[in-house]
């Protein structure tokens, strides 16, 4: 049981009090504002601060004060503005304001807090890494791998930008739960047009996907036709530019059309459908793509992997095939992907994700990432040392285990076998 102190709003400290103390938790004070907060850790010791998310009651003052005294701090939202304060000031332990018990007392109940970054450096001058992630018609899991990709990385401890680039029906706003009434990456590149975009749009613009200690920007996708010209290759790239300078990690869920057809030379000024998935593709460090592991996905993938080809340089790609399993190409599913990518494209080292229908169902009901609908499933754990190997390398295997809160024996250290 933790030893608390309080800084809250009346109505959610009366809400919450009485189960505070119901499962045995020790509220040592309730205060009112930051200041009497600090002044209240070092004779009061307590081992989780829970305050809400204003600047009232969070300030990166508080953040050093716990950091320094190794106390769990958790704040609670009532909107994205304060959301995008405390994203601001570095910390990712952040739940609504309106969040059940179960979850408040998940954060109060848990581990070792996620550091927070108060005093690191701001990010590299420039961008930051770039990650598109494309894969050919047919749904072969582009959504679902920048959703996890981009979740990973934030419970990595990086700041992250998750991006929905998508002009043929984006789903990364209803698949995380969040409200997609206006196009965020739309109203980002709308804003770069015109020169406005800066630290503030961004902040207004983008959308929390809040968990504990895995929470990233999301800026969400078009909601019809009419928004395909904000989507021009200068604005994209500005914009791309903009959001890239306030993260480490931004990851684009791109189109799958590579056609050029649509650039209408009597036409200068009409809709540029695809333009936003080759801008990505110019702007990114990496560029992942993403195919079916069965025949017919598996030739789309060759297909569009040769066409990708002549716009990326094939050393900023990696191919990932989803949904490997027997039932779909017979014994040793993987090792007939990898002859057939090998045979066909010369492609080796492609990174192989185990078919796993009832964790990606988890997912979609939960509106959440795998690590949190299904933290223990195959292909969550595939991703993660995709990321941890190739992405952004963690420091140790030790250390990636008591990440994720597996035994240290458990902890992987290459991609999960399958097939």
Do not use: K
Not at 41 to 65: D, H, K
Not at 245 to 264: I, K, N, P, Q
Not at 265 to 288: C, E, K, Q, S, Y
């Amino acid at each position: 049981m933790a030893r608390l102190v309080l800084a809250l709003e009346p109505g959610i400290e009366d809400r919450l009090l009485a189960d505070l103390v119901e499962h045995g938790h020790e509220v040592l004070a309730r205060l009112v504002g930051w200041r009497d907060v600090v002044g209240a850790l070092s004779p009061l010791r307590p081992e989780v601060v829970l305050v809400g998310a204003g600047r009232g009651s969070l300030s990166a003052e508080l953040l050093q004060a716990c950091d320094e005294r190794g106390i769990r701090l958790v704040a609670l939202a009532h909107d994205d503005r304060e959301r995008a304060h405390a994203a601001g000031l570095g910390l990712h332990e952040v739940l609504d304001a309106d969040a059940a018990w179960a979850e408040v007392d998940r954060l109060v109940s848990g581990a070792v807090a996620t550091p927070t970054r108060v005093g690191d450096p701001p990010p590299p001058a420039g961008r930051a890494r770039v990650i598109a992630v494309w894969g050919p018609a047919g749904a072969p899991g582009r959504t679902l791998l920048a959703i996890n990709l981009a979740a990973e990385l934030a419970a990595s401890g990086h700041r992250v930008a998750l991006v929905d680039a998508d002009p043929y029906g984006g789903a990364i706003a209803p698949s995380l739960g969040l409200l997609d009434e206006a196009p965020g990456f739309a109203s980002a590149c709308r804003l770069a047009g015109a020169g406005a975009l800066d630290r503030g749009e961004l902040d207004r613009i983008a959308q929390r996907a809040t968990a504990p200690r895995a929470a990233f920007s999301v800026f969400t996708g078009l909601i019809g036709p009419s928004r395909w010209p904000e989507l021009a290759d200068e604005r994209v790239t500005a914009a791309l530019d903009a959001i890239a300078a306030t993260v480490e990690y931004v990851v684009v869920d791109t189109g799958f059309s590579l056609e050029r057809d649509e650039e209408v030379l009597g036409d200068p000024f009409g809709p540029r459908r695809n333009a936003a998935t080759f801008a990505a593709f110019a702007a990114a460090d990496r560029v992942i793509a993403v195919g079916l592991a069965d025949p017919i996905g598996l030739a789309r993938l060759l297909r569009g992997h040769a066409e990708l080809a002549e716009l990326v340089d094939p050393e900023r790609v990696d191919v990932v095939v989803n949904r490997v399993r027997a039932s779909a190409l017979g014994i040793d599913a993987g090792a007939q992907v990898r002859q057939t990518l090998r045979r066909f494209a010369g492609i080796t080292g492609a990174i192989l994700l185990p078919n796993d229908p009832r964790a990606c169902d988890a997912a979609i009901l939960a509106a959440r990432p795998l690590r949190e609908a299904a933290p223990r499933s195959p292909l969550r754990l595939a991703i993660r040392d995709y990321v941890d190997d190739r992405v952004a390398p963690a420091p140790t295997t030790a250390a990636r285990a008591r990440r994720v809160g597996l035994p240290r024996s458990r902890a992987r250290s290459g991609p999960v076998p399958v097939g």
